[in-house]
C-alpha cells in the first residue's frame, strides 16, 4: 500500500491563486520531502523538512508538517503557469533503509 | 555538477532484446537508485546501491539487472522484458548520509522504454 496519499489528486486554478495539497502517511520519519514533476520528465527536489521541524519556506513554497497527525501540506503561493507539473511527497521512513517511498501525487493545473 | 545523466531518452526493444540503461554524477554522492513510473503513477523503488553495494532490491524480476560499476556509473542490464515493463525508468543519487540527516535525491530525466 502507498506510505503517502496525497489530496486532492488534481487542482485546477487560476494564475495568482495558492494552491494546497496535503500527505498523509502511516508511519514514523526522518523526514519528508516534496518533488515536482513536469509532464513525462525527471523529479526536482522542492524542499525537505525533517520530523523535528514544523514549518518551513522555500520562496512560494511552504510546507508544514504534524508528525502527530502523520501529515504534510505543501502550500504554493501566488501560482504561475509554469507551475503546472504533479506535485509527489515522498518519506524516509524511520529504519528504512536508504529509500524514497512516494505518495500517490497531485496534478496541479495553473490556468491564465 | 549538480546533474544526473541518464541515457538513452528513449528506448523501443522487443522481448528478445538485450539493452542497458546507463545512469552518471559527478556530485560525489554515495547512494544510487533506480525506480520506474508508469504513467500518471508515483516513482516506485526498484533498486538502492550504497557504496557501490547493493542494499536494496525491492524484488524485482531478474529480468531487470542492475549494476555499479563505480561510485560514479549505474547501469540496469534488460533481457526479455514484456510489454507491461514499458515505463518510464528514473535514475536518482544522493549523498548517502544515514538516519536523520539523510538529503534530498537529485532525479535523471529518465530512459523512456517501449517494449513491443
Known amino acids: 500500500s502507498q506510505q503517502g496519499e496525497e489530496d486532492p489528486q488534481a487542482l485546477s486554478i487560476q494564475e495568482g491563486e495558492n494552491a494546497t495539497m496535503n500527505c498523509s502517511y502511516k508511519?514514523?520519519?526522518?523526514?519528508l520531502q516534496w518533488y515536482r514533476q513536469n509532464s513525462g520528465r525527471g523529479l526536482v527536489h522542492l524542499i525537505l523538512?525533517?520530523?523535528?521541524?514544523r514549518e518551513k519556506h522555500s520562496g512560494r513554497l511552504r510546507v508544514t508538517l504534524d508528525t502527530s497527525k502523520k501529515s504534510s501540506s505543501l502550500l504554493i503561493t501566488a501560482s504561475r503557469a509554469a507551475d503546472t507539473a504533479s506535485y509527489f511527497c515522498?518519506?524516509?521512513?524511520?529504519?528504512?533503509?536508504?529509500?524514497?517511498?512516494f505518495g500517490t501525487g497531485t496534478q496541479l493545473k495553473v490556468e491564465l | 555538477d549538480t546533474e544526473v545523466t541518464q541515457t538513452p531518452k528513449h528506448l523501443v526493444m522487443g522481448m528478445t532484446n538485450k539493452k542497458s540503461l546507463k545512469c552518471e554524477q559527478h556530485?560525489?554522492?554515495?547512494?544510487m537508485y533506480w525506480y520506474k513510473q508508469k504513467a500518471k503513477k508515483p516513482p516506485e523503488l526498484m533498486f538502492v546501491?550504497?557504496?557501490?553495494?547493493?542494499?536494496i532490491n525491492e524484488s524485482v524480476p531478474s529480468r531487470f539487472s542492475p549494476e555499479c560499476p563505480n561510485s560514479s556509473l549505474l547501469n540496469l542490464h534488460l533481457h526479455a522484458l514484456q510489454p507491461e515493463d514499458s515505463a518510464l525508468y528514473l535514475c536518482?543519487?544522493?549523498?548517502?548520509?544515514?538516519?536523520?540527516?539523510?538529503?534530498?535525491?537529485?532525479f535523471g530525466p529518465g530512459t523512456r522504454l517501449t517494449v513491443t
Open positions: 546501491y550504497s557504496y557501490e553495494k547493493l542494499s
Open positions: 508511519t514514523s520519519i526522518n523526514n
Open positions: 556530485m560525489g554522492h554515495r547512494a
Open positions: 536518482a543519487s544522493s549523498p548517502g548520509l544515514a538516519g536523520p540527516l539523510r538529503h534530498e535525491q537529485y
Open positions: 515522498a518519506t524516509d521512513r524511520t529504519g528504512g533503509g536508504n529509500k524514497l517511498t
Open positions: 523538512i525533517r520530523s523535528n521541524e
